[in-house]
Nanobody, 127 residues
């Protein structure tokens, strides 16, 4: 069982920055592909970014490319989402997700591919 705890959300003005963190309880954190998803009010949960076990491979959804960066620190069992140039449309609850992967370079962009989820952290961007 893996427990994920997100932090770092909050209220920020458009153009500002936030860094989300997700701390995992897994003893073998480096065995897990990690992802960030978000869900805005009245909308379905959507993929934001994913990072492979090694951290060498990442993918970001098109609307956040160039503004958001996913990274991980396996020594700290933590994955991050650096969010710059925030826009009001980025307002959502952001969720961290994890799934064990055989391949060090595996990334996953679909919610149903992930087994473990955090409780979410609210990000609100004011205009």
């Amino acid at each position: 069982q893996v427990q994920l705890v997100e932090s770092g959300g909050g209220l920020v003005q458009a153009g500002g920055s936030l860094r989300l963190s997700c701390a995992a309880s897994a003893r073998t954190f480096s065995s897990y592909t990690m992802g960030w998803f978000r869900q805005a009010p009245g909308k379905e949960r959507e993929f934001v970014a994913t990072v492979s076990r090694s951290g060498a491979t990442t993918e970001h959804v098109a609307p956040v490319q160039g503004r958001f960066t996913i990274s991980r620190d396996n020594a700290k069992s933590t994955v991050y989402l650096q969010m710059n140039s925030l826009k009001p449309e980025d307002t959502a609850v952001y969720y961290c997700a994890a799934v064990a992967s055989w391949s060090r370079d595996s990334i996953k962009t679909k919610a149903h591919e992930y087994l473990y989820w955090g409780q979410g952290t609210q990000v609100t961007v004011s205009s």
